[in-house]
């Protein structure tokens, strides 16, 4: 199935929830909880921490549902940032499982290497990411993968990467401000 | 930072927020701005739609199928919540609706969290039905997972107790999420490791006392 095709099932199913159609719950999880449920493991690297998140998850679309707005929002995006708010607010209560093995800003490992292979975000957008992310210096990216990939805060990112935690934030506030400028172009 | 000075310090706060790298009682505070100010939400979105393509290099990794039952079972419990807010909120003239609801509402409300057995109804592969016993209530919800109806036959539910006998409970519904009382003799019954079955029956449910038509998938009760 093309992205478009699903984007609009996926919408059109979370339009329908507020209205308590459960079938339409059951529509938007089958097609999205594979890709919630990485990344929520992706952050979390534990698979009964993960799957209780990805409850809480889905919960959380039954009954908030009625906050997508699809004028503003494409519905993945939308349960992609809940899903890694919920696996965040998990990991930040718990402060076990997260990934604080060390990583050198220089040595920036083969990161345009990943592509997207899923028929869930468009492959244009995620194309055009890359390019700006390939843009930024490469301890910039590598902080922002900790970041979005492992749910690092800033000092978990200090301490891996082995800067000041002043640095750190500079480094990422920097690296945002970049990224903006090259998306919005 | 000079070179940050000049930008927009709340869209840097944003920013920060969807990347995630906030913690304690900034992103506390983070968060509850977000649900007030909604020209920061704005930007917290603008954010999170600029990072969500990176989750495209996510394996995608399928949970275990308990997970979807949770789900079903926490969901089915404020599902007429869900209804009689909508059915309010709506223009439609849906008064005996609403009143229905509002009647399944305070019905449902006298669930309590104690007692609570578990069964998911499964049969060729496929979970058809998640069902919720209140043993102290005598009350079971049975909300319709994959099952597809049929045409000429409806789904009905069965108790069977380790004596082996089916005893008929009630008719069940493919759209919707169907609670129906147990009697004291059968509320009895239903405990831990008994099991539920569901037969196709012709309209009006099966006339014998017994399934008539095929049993297509039972599920055993167990303590939640």
């Known amino acids: 199935m093309d992205i478009d095709s699903n984007r609009s099932l996926i919408a059109a199913a979370l339009n329908r929830i507020p209205a308590g159609d459960r079938p339409a719950l059951q529509t938007v999880y089958r097609l999205t909880s594979a890709k919630l449920f990485g990344v929520c493991l992706r952050i979390l690297g534990e698979r009964a921490e993960a799957e209780d998140v990805l409850q809480e998850v889905y919960v959380t679309v039954w009954r908030k549902a009625a906050d997508f707005d699809a004028n503003r929002s494409s519905p993945m995006t939308w349960l992609i940032a809940l899903a890694r708010n919920r696996s965040i607010d998990r990991l930040r209560a718990t402060r076990a499982n997260r990934n604080m093995s060390p990583i050198e800003g220089a040595t920036d490992v083969a990161d345009t290497a990943a592509s997207a292979d899923t028929a869930l975000e468009s492959l244009q957008e995620h194309a055009r990411l890359h390019g700006c992310l390939d843009g930024l210096a490469s301890h910039e990216r590598v902080a922002l993968r900790g970041a979005f990939f492992d749910g690092n805060t800033y000092d978990d990112l200090a301490k891996r990467m082995n800067v000041p935690l002043g640095t750190m934030k500079s480094w990422i506030r920097r690296a945002m401000i970049k990224l903006k400028a090259c998306l919005e172009q | ?224």
């Open chain 2, 1 to 224: 930072m000079s070179d940050t000075l000049d930008h927009n310090e709340d869209d840097l706060l944003a920013a920060e927020l969807a990347l995630g790298v906030l913690e304690g009682a900034e992103r506390t505070t983070a968060v509850h701005r977000a649900t007030r100010d909604r020209a920061f939400a704005r930007l917290v979105e603008e954010w999170e739609q600029r990072l969500a393509p990176w989750a495209g290099e996510i394996r995608e990794v399928s949970p275990s199928p308990e997970v979807w039952d949770r789900i079903s079972s926490a969901t089915a419990r404020n599902r007429l919540w869900h209804s009689l807010n909508f059915w309010r909120g709506s223009s439609f003239a849906a008064g005996a609706f609403a009143a229905a609801c509002l009647a399944g509402l305070i019905y449902l409300g006298t669930f309590a969290p104690k007692q609570t057995l578990l069964a998911t109804i499964e049969g060729g592969g496929q979970r058809h039905f998640v069902a919720t016993i209140d043993s102290a209530r005598g009350t079971v919800a049975v909300v319709p997972a994959a099952f597809s109806g049929d045409a000429t036959r409806v789904p009905e539910l069965w108790l069977i107790p380790p004596d082996g006998r089916p005893r008929a409970v009630g008719l069940l519904r493919a759209d919707q999420t169907v609670v129906l009382t147990l009697p004291p003799e059968l509320a009895t019954l239903a405990k831990n490791n008994a099991v539920l079955a569901v037969s196709l029956e012709p309209p009006g449910g099966s006339t014998t006392g017994l399934p008539t038509g095929p049993v297509i998938a039972t599920g055993k009760l167990t303590s939640l």
